[in-house]
């Protein structure tokens, strides 16, 4: 299981009855290590600042930019325009998509005080991603 961080706006969105998000996009070398059923949890920053839900892998993909805005259908399974994605992917070659299903929404989303009072103090959220302990995972009580 992992955690990523993801602005509120497209964090919710894997969540949505209909239509969710289902391909997060990125850049560089993001998420090398993810396989096909890994779970991800995702974490929505600030201001909203909690732990939303759980999404499950289905694949990830470095491709040519032009192949990942026609992959992810212009856009609408980000749930992001032509304009976002252009300005998120400028000067880049590459792209990231991972393709995720079935996003489970927490009974109750986690809160960052709640996570840095079970994993410390200082704990930050990841810039990137972050694989978790078994602790983590016993800690925010999604073990499956």
Do not use: C, M
């Amino acid at each position: 299981t992992f955690l990523i961080s993801v602005r509120p706006t497209w964090a919710s969105a894997f969540f949505l009855d209909r239509d969710p998000k289902t391909i997060e996009l990125r850049k560089g070398s993001f998420g090398a290590s993810l396989k096909p059923g890994d779970r991800i949890a995702i974490y929505a920053t600030l201001p909203t600042a909690e732990v939303l839900g759980i999404v499950r892998v289905l694949k990830r993909e470095s491709l040519s930019i032009d192949r990942l805005w026609r992959a992810s259908e212009q856009g609408k399974l980000a749930k992001v325009s032509r304009q976002q994605f252009d300005a998120y992917y400028n000067n880049q070659e590459l792209g990231i998509g991972v393709w995720v299903n079935n996003a489970e929404l927490l009974p109750r989303p986690i809160a960052l005080s709640k996570l840095r009072q079970n994993w410390g103090h200082h704990w930050q959220p990841p810039q990137q991603i972050q694989q978790l302990t078994h602790e983590q995972i016993a800690a925010l009580n999604i073990a499956r």
